[in-house]
């Protein structure tokens, strides 16, 4: 056997993930099909790290977000890597969305993010001159992370434990063996196989065209993958607030949100358009999507220009969901899902998954380590 463990899909969740197995044994493969690693949806997202206000308590979101936000806060300062926990507002622009505010607030104690609090629509513009306000959700431990600097430490320390990457690597086909797994790669257009006791699938935008390579079939415990497209815009000239800003969440999102990069640059994203196929390019041949950003924005920030507004990138979640129909909760799905031991299958890892990347490989690497037992 080559390896005691495999992972293919090098973003953050499987980074995390392998490097996580590390620390049961040296012998892990990590795999990625593009060049470098991260470069689909952690490269592409608002690089925030949640403080777990929005979802269900019990959940995985819930629980995985408060863990993982603690986790990465603390590599963060050990790697050196930026972090500025700056925090944010959740604004209700007007007085019908009071009461979804003070739910939320609720919901966040529930998952333990006890530092929140409610503030009056004078004392939120108080703290944020030029915000547009009836009340306010003040999140202190909100922050904001360089990705890109995750992912290089990251990537460095499960080098140095002894890990492998396999980049510019693509599985395309996933053999059940006794007792191991057979994959074929292809890289550079040269085909080899490996094998492993234990694989992961991290395939993100491709998890479930990636499951579905396995042979026997996993059959009907296989999830459809749903894609949502989300843009976004930076902002020219000087940021407006020194705080994250949110409106109320929708179902299919958070909202177009101000956020602001840990070198201060300021931009709002993203929005959700529902697409069949995956595709980062940034779609606005009208300037349609930039006005209808600009209308968002100003529910909550009159003054915004619209001509301060460029193009910056667009980014692809993958949802358990499809459009009109409520978001789910992770899934991590393991024999009990599949019957298949020692394989875990990742489905609808979005957000919060950069936030909940290291408490998401924890719990992976345990699972494997107790099948071993």
């Known amino acids: 056997m080559d390896f005691e463990t495999a992972v293919i899909g090098g973003g953050i969740i499987g980074l995390a993930t392998a490097d996580a197995c590390t620390s049961g044994s040296s012998d892990v493969l990590l795999i990625e099909r593009h060049a470098r690693l991260g470069q689909e949806t952690t490269a592409r997202n608002s690089e925030v790290v949640h403080a777990g206000l929005y979802y269900p308590p019990g959940s995985l979101k819930a629980r995985l977000c408060v863990e993982g936000r603690n986790r990465l806060r603390s590599f963060c300062t050990d790697a050196g890597v930026p972090y500025a ?73 499960f080098i140095d434990r002894g890990g492998t990457v396999a980049t510019g690597t693509s599985a395309v086909a996933i053999d059940r063996e006794p007792h191991q797994f057979r994959i074929v790669t292809v890289s550079h257009g040269c085909e080899a196989a490996i094998t492993c006791r234990s694989l992961v699938l991290a395939g993100g935008l491709q998890a479930t065209t990636l499951a579905r390579l396995i042979t026997p079939p996993l059959g009907a415990s296989i999830p459809q993958t749903h894609f949502a497209k989300g843009h976004y815009y930076a902002l020219g000239g000087k940021a407006p607030f020194s705080r994250l800003i949110y409106p109320m969440p929708s179902s299919a999102g958070l909202g177009i949100h101000f956020t602001l990069t840990t070198a201060g640059e300021a931009k709002f994203g993203p929005d959700v358009a529902w697409v069949d196929e995956p595709s980062t390019t940034f779609d606005d041949p009208d300037g349609a999507r930039r006005h209808a950003f600009a209308e968002a924005i100003r529910r909550y920030w009159p003054a915004i220009d619209e001509t301060r507004l460029t193009p910056a990138y667009a980014g692809v979640r993958p949802k358990l969901a499809r459009a009109g129909v409520p978001a789910q909760d992770f899934l991590i799905a393991d024999a009990e899902n599949h019957g298949c031991e020692n394989l875990i299958a990742l489905y609808g890892i979005e957000s919060p998954g950069l936030t909940s990347a290291l408490a998401i490989g924890e719990m992976i690497a345990a699972r494997l380590a107790r099948a071993r037992i």
Not at 97 to 115: C, F, H, K, S, Y
Not at 118 to 129: F, N, V
């Open 85 to 157: 926990q700056i925090g944010k507002l959740v604004v209700a622009c007007n007085p019908s969305e009071i009461p979804a505010l003070e739910a939320l607030a609720a919901n966040a104690r529930a998952n333990g993010v006890t530092d929140v609090h409610l503030l009056t629509g004078p004392d939120a513009e108080a703290m944020e001159p030029g915000l547009t306000s009836v009340a306010a959700l003040h999140s202190p431990s909100t922050a904001v992370v360089d990705s890109t600097g995750v992912m290089l430490a990251l990537e460095a320390r």
